[in-house]
């Protein structure tokens, strides 16, 4: 069936630092790519999305860039910061299927 | 703000008894979805609905069913719960067309003894 890896499972950074989390999925009519981050005792949370019709998207701090043709899909966190620590899930769409990534683990070390 | 709110945060059960987890939004969304969540799965989809009375089965149905009499209220049931069942349980909601940001709950630990 289609799934979503996605890596590292775990990362640690240095407050200032940047952060990479990388996904590859396998459904190609996915058109919806979402990020959600979930803090200790609350629900995922969507902090960026991006669409197939669109390479990279920028909100501040954070960035998302998507390759359909080799379905990767990337989260970039530049001058992470203590409160961005908690963990992150990629996650690739089709109508009402949404297929999530394993999660990755962000510590940011003050 | 959208605020999706689940029954319980924590719940203990016995292997065997019937459970009910219950999720409410009040932002009239049309779709409504319920995970399980465990580590190094993400989240599993196991059922979700698009209308009153309306549901599809997810990935992982087996185990559950589920009620959706209004359109505010979600519940999944365990109609018998086994230990193989514990784990975090999340309800979402999603306005409109469904490639569009879903809305979490803060979630249910259950753990079934």
């Known amino acids: 069936g289609e799934n979503v890896e996605q890596h590292p499972s775990t990362l640690s950074v240095q407050e200032g630092d940047s952060a990479v989390i990388k996904c590859t999925y396998s459904d190609s009519a996915s058109n919806y790519f979402p990020w959600y981050k979930q803090e200790l005792g609350k629900g995922p949370q969507l902090i960026i999305d991006i669409r197939s019709n669109v390479g990279e998207k920028k909100d501040q701090r954070i960035a998302v860039t998507l390759n359909k043709t080799a379905k990767h899909f990337s989260l970039h966190i530049t001058e992470t910061q203590p409160e961005d620590s908690a963990v992150y899930f990629c996650?690739?769409?089709?109508?009402?299927?949404?297929?999530f990534g394993a999660g990755t683990r962000l510590f940011v070390k003050a | 703000d959208v605020k999706v709110t689940q029954s319980s945060r924590y719940l203990v059960k016995r292997t065997g008894e019937k459970v009910f987890l219950e999720c409410v939004q009040d932002?009239?969304?049309?779709?409504m979805f319920w995970y399980r969540q465990d580590p190094g799965l993400g989240l599993r989809l196991i059922y979700f609905?698009?209308?009153?009375?309306?549901?599809e089965k997810g990935d992982i149905p087996e185990g559950y069913s589920v009620s959706r009499e209004k359109k505010e209220r979600f519940s999944l049931i365990l109609e018998s719960a086994s230990t193989n069942q514990t784990s975090m349980y999340l309800c979402a909601s999603i306005l409109g067309r469904v490639n569009n940001e879903q809305f979490f709950g803060p979630g249910t630990r259950l753990t079934v003894l």
């Open positions: 932002m009239d969304h049309e779709n």
């Open positions: 996650a690739a769409s089709r109508g009402f299927k949404t297929i």
């Open positions: 609905s698009y209308d009153v009375k309306m549901k």
